[in-house]
């Protein structure tokens, strides 16, 4: 995840973005019941008390208040003195800065997952609102530190850096001095700061507790739109139609509301880079990710241009495989058997997915046994639950938590293997402490993808059945391309819709049919679209939560394809290598660890690379 990088910056605070990993992608739409009721007794729940012990715990309290008494100190000592200190008293107030902002992430984090796991508690809505608002206002005090860190002149900060104390901090300082010429005043800053909870934040608790409480008609039943949008996976045509169109009128109710939301954050993210200069509507968050626009260019114009090979190409085999002269939206998913899926028990998914990281090392297996052998994961779908699934680093005091909503099928299976890399990665990453642990989404997605990887590598290597292998390496394409090819349209739309907005308000019937075309060139000339599916574009979450958030998906998955090909080729140390780039964390940039494996994600070539993994696939499907 999520597939789950940081959460929204959005988010109106520093410590709120390096929450969780966000849902996979190929596994959009996975909340709701649990198909059979069994399911909930054998699946595990998490345990929160390793952060608190309840929303009215009195440690909770106290660190929130000592937090506050902390801050006013530390404002009250460094404010306007950064840059007369010397290089070592300034390596002491980021580690104080530090530990007071990691008190304040552990509850952060805490009203978070109480949230994700039950959204439609209102008494947790209101706790989790009431935190952020308190941390809100505690962050408040901290904000002059990293502006004031930003306006330290080059040659004086050059000196304070000869000091090894501070150099410890250089990559910290390294990533908060990229954002260095978009810094407006700190009157400014403070106000957007403390306005988010009224503005950006606000929008996203209501899209959130909208989607929470919706219920979709179908069948005689009233279903989460997660239970509703599985239904489009059905081995049954016409109960795929009838999902998805049940699903078109129940978004359309909704549609106004959607529109309102999308429109305000559009525009208030479109105020907030006219004030710091951002060139267009993606370099905020391609700041964020360390990685140049170039780079990101260069990406997305590789996967557009191989439409054709890889998506145009598939579905097309798919629809000749269906029988059908052309695809229905609904399709996208269909499964190529008519047989129902055998579930896949919890404890046999957790074999499934520890066999494969034991197989390629096994301190990684080591790692991701302690979220079985341990309270960290809370799997079953239930109503209220937050939808698909995601890995939240916490602090680097406490340990990460994984969301699921397991329903027993193949590719619940390779979610657990995608969000078991996030919390092995996090795990890694937290040595390097809690300000330096975080990683760009761009590089956030290697281990979950790296996992999904060696779980189907295992998973296909075993299967003997002809017949069984080609709809295991048909899936894994399908996921593939909802990882890259999909997630990139996702992008194309974003970038349209936030490119009109600037010019004026986007009627909903605009943003259906941006939508729609952005949508019909990934898929190609395979599908057919009924006019509902213009309404489907409100139920993706990263469009309000953490704009342009999409192309990491495609950048891990492109980026993850090269480098496992660098893993089959024998490359020597591999597994050494691996390890120390999820120990780096953010220390390091994409160019320092692609490095050691011979890689340059600023190399044309690079992601046609990982493309042609995608491709070679669907060649082996063609001759089957």
């Not at 120990?583 to 600023?602: I, M, N, S």
């Amino acid at each position: 995840m999520t597939g789950v990088g940081p959460m929204s910056d959005l988010y109106f605070s520093r410590f709120l973005t390096r929450g969780a990993h966000a849902q996979s992608p190929a596994h959009e739409g996975a909340d709701g019941a649990a198909a059979a009721s069994a399911w909930d007794e054998a699946l595990p729940r998490w345990d929160l008390r390793d952060l608190y012990e309840s929303p009215e715990s009195p440690r909770l309290q106290t660190d929130l208040e000592q937090a506050d008494e902390d801050s006013r100190a530390f404002a009250q000592a460094w404010r306007g003195k950064l840059a007369q200190a010397d290089g070592a008293a300034v390596a002491s107030a980021i580690a104080e800065y530090q530990r007071i902002d990691e008190v304040l992430g552990r509850a952060a984090s805490y009203a978070q997952l109480l949230f994700a796991a039950n959204s439609a508690d209102v008494r947790i809505a209101r706790f989790s609102q009431s935190v952020n608002e308190r941390l809100t206002a505690i962050s408040t005090h901290l904000l002059f530190f990293t502006l004031e860190m930003n306006r330290i002149p080059d040659d004086v900060l050059a000196r304070q850096l000869s000091d090894p104390a501070l150099a410890h901090w250089e990559p910290f300082i390294r990533d908060l001095r990229v954002f260095r010429p978009y810094q407006l005043s700190d009157e400014v800053e403070s106000v957007l700061h403390e306005k988010s909870v009224t503005g950006a934040a606000a929008w996203n608790r209501l899209f959130d507790e909208t989607m929470a409480s919706l219920r979709v008609s179908l069948d005689g039943e009233d279903l989460t739109l997660g239970t509703a949008l599985d239904r489009m996976s059905s081995p049954d045509g016409n109960a795929r139609a009838r999902a998805a169109k049940a699903v078109g009128e129940t978004l359309t109710e909704r549609l106004r509301l959607f529109s309102l939301v999308t429109n305000t954050l559009a525009k208030d993210k479109a105020i907030t880079d006219t004030l710091r200069h951002y060139p267009r509507p993606t370099s905020a968050r391609n700041c964020a990710n360390m990685v140049e626009d170039a780079v990101v260019d260069a990406l997305v114009q590789a996967v557009t241009t191989s439409y054709p090979r890889l998506s145009h190409r598939y579905y097309a085999l798919k629809a000749k495989w269906l029988g059908v002269e052309k695809l229905q939206y609904w399709d996208r998913n269909a499964p190529l058997t008519t047989q129902a899926e055998p579930l896949i028990p919890w404890k046999d998914a957790t074999a499934q997915v520890l066999g494969a990281y034991e197989g390629f090392d096994p301190r990684m297996g080591e790692i991701g046994r302690r979220f079985f052998d341990n309270p960290w994961i809370d799997a079953p779908p239930v109503p209220g639950k937050a939808s698909g699934a995601f890995a939240h680093p916490t602090v680097p005091s406490a340990h990460p938590y994984l969301l699921l909503n397991y329903r027993g099928r193949t590719r619940d299976v390779m979610t657990l293997a995608h969000e078991l890399g996030h919390g092995v990665h996090q795990v890694l990453a937290g040595q390097q402490g809690y300000l330096m642990s975080g990683t760009p989404l761009t590089l956030a997605e290697t281990a979950s993808v790296f996992g999904e990887m060696l779980t189907f590598r295992a998973l296909l290597d075993a299967q003997t059945d002809p017949t069984r292998r080609r709809l295991m390496l048909a899936a894994k394409v399908e996921d593939m391309l909802n990882t890259v090819v999909r997630q990139i349209a996702f992008y194309r739309f974003e970038t349209l819709v936030h490119d009109e907005r600037r010019e004026g308000e986007l009627l909903p019937e605009r943003i259906g049919e941006i939508w729609r075309q952005t949508q019909a060139e990934s898929l190609g000339p395979a599908f057919e679209f009924a006019p509902e599916y213009d309404v489907y574009w409100t139920y993706v979450p990263h469009f309000i939560h953490s704009p342009f958030y999409v192309y990491a998906y495609a950048f891990g998955d492109c980026l993850v394809n090269a480098l496992y090909d660098v893993f089959q080729s024998g490359h020597p140390g591999f597994q050494d290598k691996y390890l120390d780039m999820l120990r780096a964390g953010g220390t390091k940039r994409h160019r320092e660890l692609l490095a050691p494996f011979g890689l340059d994600a600023a190399d044309p070539g690079f992601w046609n690379r990982g493309l042609d993994v995608i491709a070679g696939f669907i060649d082996e499907l063609e001759r089957t």
